[in-house]
C-alpha cells in the first residue's frame, strides 16, 4: 500500500522544497501538504517543517487547530521535524519568552552575543547561516549512509539547549557546540535543513521514509 506522508503546514514554512525533496527521494509514497488535523493524524509518517519566529509559530499552530495532532504524531509515529519545526518541540524559547510543545525538556536559546568570536577572534554573524559540520554524537537509523562530520545548510538565530543529554544525536560548532539533532523513540528532528543540504540531506530524507520509528 502507499504509504502516505503529511508535511504539516500551518503557513509558516519552506512547504515546497520539503514536499519535492520528499517526492524526490520517494516517488512512490503521496506526500501531502496540508493543515487538516484528520489528515496528518491518518498519515503514515509526519513531516514538521517550519521557518521564522516561536510566538508566530506557536500561534499559528493553534489558530490552525494544530497543537495535539503535532504532539500525538510526535509521540507515536515516524516523526521528522526541521529548523523551527525542531525548536519548538522544547518547553520554552527565549524568543519572545514563548512557551513551546513541551515535548522536549530544555530551552531554545539566542546565541550570546558576546561569545559569537571565531578562533581568530573575528565576529560571528547571527543568524549562523550557511554550510557546517554535524557530529553524529549518537548512531541512528536517520545517519545511514551519512558520513560523520557531513556538512548541512542552517539558518537560524537561536539554538536548542536540552534538559537530557542523552536526546542529541548531532551537535554544530558555532562557536561552541550546540545541539543540531535531536532523537528520542520515534522522534528525530534537526536545526539544519536538509531539503537544501545537497546529498547528505537527501540521504537522511530517504532514511526517513524507510525508518520505522525504532532504534
Known amino acids: 500500500m502507499t504509504q502516505r506522508i503529511a508535511v504539516v503546514d500551518y503557513g509558516m514554512g519552506n512547504l515546497h ?16 501538504v ?9 498519515a503514515d509518517r509526519v513531516v514538521f517543517p517550519g521557518q521564522g519566529a516561536a510566538p508566530d ?11 495535539e495532532v503535532i504532539r500525538e504524531a510526535a509521540l507515536n509515529k515516524p516523526f ?20 513551546c510543545l513541551g515535548l522536549m525538556p530544555g530551552e531554545v536559546r539566542r546565541f550570546p552575543a558576546a561569545q559569537m568570536r571565531d578562533p581568530t577572534g573575528a565576529k560571528l554573524k547571527v ?23 557531513a556538512r548541512f545548510y542552517f539558518v537560524h538565530s537561536y539554538y536548542c539547549d536540552p ?6 544525536a548531532g551537535q554544530t560548532d558555532y562557536p ?34 524507510t525508518w520505522d520509528g525504532s532504534r
Open 17 to 32: 522544497s520539503v514536499a519535492k525533496a520528499l517526492e524526490h527521494v520517494a516517488p512512490d509514497a503521496t506526500v501531502l
Open 80 to 99: 521528522l521535524g526541521i529548523c523551527m519545526g525542531l525548536q519548538v518541540l522544547f518547553r520554552h524559547s527565549e524568543e519572545g519568552n514563548t512557551p
Open 127 to 149: 543568524p549562523h547561516m550557511g554550510w557546517n559540520n554535524v557530529r553524529q554524537t549518537q548512531p541512528h537509523p536517520l545517519w545511514r549512509g551519512i558520513d560523520d562530520g
Open 34 to 42: 496540508t493543515d487538516d488535523a484528520q489528515a496528518i493524524a491518518g
Open 163 to 168: 534538559a537530557e543529554a542523552a536526546v542529541t
Open 176 to 209: 561552541f557546540a550546540f545541539t543540531s539533532a535531536v532523537a528520542r523513540d520515534n522522534l528525530f528532528a534537526c536545526q539544519f535543513h536538509p531539503e537544501k543540504s545537497a546529498e547528505a540531506g537527501l540521504q537522511l530524507l530517504k532514511n526517513f521514509i
Open 57 to 67: 509559530c506557536m500561534k499559528e499552530i493553534a489558530a490552525h487547530g494544530l497543537t
